[in-house]
């Protein structure tokens, strides 16, 4: 089946340690998405790609990192410099045929420890 | 970062009874779509928009693209158990390909 995977669907972090989420789709969507989501608050840009090799910084960009070697995969680093990084994250990928749609993986919940 | 104004922000409904909730922007935008999203997971895609005043139909889901390219609606007619989640409209204008989100609508059904 085609789709977008997150994994781990939950994850521990220790303070001062970088973690990744992975995101995997295999729709053949060029542009991928991470959001960050926080208890009762709407989706919140933290980096977009619009295409393999290039990706850029959204609303709250700090304190993350991505990295885009593959059109297939869009993996979020979360670093010991973002302060507060409990909440759940979401990753997307937009279809482009025709009329865009943007379409979501589960989703991946980070706590500290 | 810029949002849409989504309201209201949580309803609290009878089972049977029908449901309205709506977006309104101070940009124009060229889509807008409606999702869902039920505890712990990702938002599912319900209705997509495309043309000032398309008025787009999914089983008991209505959608609407204001005619102003401003505002949008969703209705949920004769609502049932499974509707409970919350409800985020998203609209996206061509310059940039990004999503502007709103805050979301709780549907809660009281017992």
């Known amino acids: 089946d085609g789709g977008i995977t997150q994994s781990p669907k939950y994850l521990f972090r220790k303070e001062g340690q970088n973690v990744t989420l992975s995101c995997e789709q295999n729709?053949?969507?060029?542009?991928m998405y991470w959001y960050r989501q926080d208890p009762g608050q709407g989706l919140r840009l933290i980096y977009y790609s619009q295409i393999v090799n290039d990706f850029q910084k959204g609303d709250i960009a700090e304190g993350y990192s991505v990295s885009r070697e593959k059109k297939e995969s869009f993996p979020l680093t979360v670093t010991s410099a973002q302060k507060n990084p409990t909440a759940f994250y979401l990753c997307?990928?937009?279809?482009?045929?025709?009329?865009?749609?943007?379409?979501f993986g589960s989703g991946t919940q980070l706590s500290v420890l | 970062g810029q949002q849409l104004n989504q309201s209201p922000q949580s309803m609290f409904i009878q089972e049977g009874e029908d449901v309205s909730m709506n977006c309104t922007s101070s940009?124009?935008?060229?889509?807008w779509l409606w999702y869902k999203q039920d505890p712990g997971e990702g938002p599912v895609l319900l209705i997509a928009?495309?043309?000032a005043g398309e008025l787009t139909s999914n089983g008991r889901l209505t959608a609407q693209f204001g005619i102003t390219r401003k505002d949008s609606f969703l209705n949920i007619s004769a609502s049932i158990p499974s509707d409970v989640g919350i409800y985020f409209c998203a609209g996206q204008s061509k310059s940039n390909y990004q999503l502007i989100w709103g805050a979301g609508t709780k549907l809660i059904i009281k017992p």
């Open positions: 928009l495309y043309k």
């Open positions: 940009s124009i935008f060229n889509t």
């Open positions: 997307a990928s937009l279809d482009r045929g025709g009329n865009e749609k943007l379409f």
């Open positions: 729709l053949n969507h060029d542009a």
